[in-house]
């Protein structure tokens, strides 16, 4: 697994560096809106709500724009989009198996850009089903270190219904059922712990062990995906070796 977790760091690097741009800003704030519809505008009663709103602030998205789009999602405000979520599937290069998570109010335009995206970056898209079984869904908190060690954080969410703790350098990953989620960050803010972020996201049950030329030309399909708007996020059951990363790394 220490493959992976490095590349969870890298992912999270890459993270940081895209939270500057206005597609992740977007992205964020889409997420308020279809949360604060689907449970209503209270954050206090609607942690997924609420988890969509500390991370847009952790995001630096200005307090106005998450405000409207609660506003929106909640009909307090005219204007708010009837977004559908949406996954494809598909094969990336080397075989690896892509989940793509849309979040769009444009189910043609969506399954055009992601088409586009994949068949001109070495992809192509499979039957409903065909990688989904891959996957399942978990639920992942993740919080900066600041002085505390994997003990420490394993004990505040082990009656929680945590998993697993990983180590990702800088920051803790803590993984848990979807289910308990919203017990686990929880048991962190009871604790005095802040936290980064908490989401429902898929892990891969099987990975594909790649080379450096391999991961390049997944991270790029990756990359593209991520492009279109309507896409939420991307998956993929790669497994990037220490060795392969160190030689991205010196790219």
């Not at 206090?44 to 609660?70: F, M």
Request: hydrophobic share 35%.
């Amino acid at each position: 697994m220490s493959g992976h977790s490095k590349w969870a760091t890298t992912k999270h690097k890459k993270a940081a560096i895209d939270a500057k741009r206005g597609k992740a800003f977007a992205k964020l704030v889409k997420n308020i809106e279809v949360a604060a519809r689907t449970g209503g505008g209270d954050p206090a009663g609607n942690p997924t709500l609420y988890d969509a709103i500390q991370k847009a602030k952790k995001s630096s998205v200005p307090n106005d724009n998450i405000e409207r789009a609660r506003k929106r999602g909640a009909g307090e405000e005219a204007g708010g989009a009837d977004y559908q979520t949406i996954m494809y599937e598909g094969y990336g290069p080397n075989g690896v198996a892509v989940l793509i998570e849309c979040l769009t109010d444009n189910r043609n335009r969506a399954a055009g850009e992601v088409r586009t995206a994949m068949t001109r970056n070495g992809g192509n898209m499979a039957d409903p089903g065909s990688v989904a079984y891959l996957f399942t869904r978990k639920g992942v908190v993740t919080l900066e270190k600041s002085g505390r060690t994997e003990d420490d954080v394993l004990m505040a969410v082990l009656d929680a219904g945590a998993e697993e703790v990983t180590d990702l350098g800088e920051s803790f990953e803590i993984v848990s059922e979807p289910t308990d989620l919203v017990a686990v960050r929880t048991a962190l803010q009871d604790a005095g712990m802040d936290y980064d972020s908490a989401d429902a996201d898929f892990r891969a049950s099987v990975e594909v062990p790649v080379d450096a030329d391999g991961a390049r030309k997944v991270f790029k399909l990756v990359d593209a995906l991520e492009d279109s708007d309507d896409v939420q996020n991307v998956y993929t059951n790669i497994d990037v070796s220490d060795e392969v990363l160190a030689e991205l790394d010196a790219d």
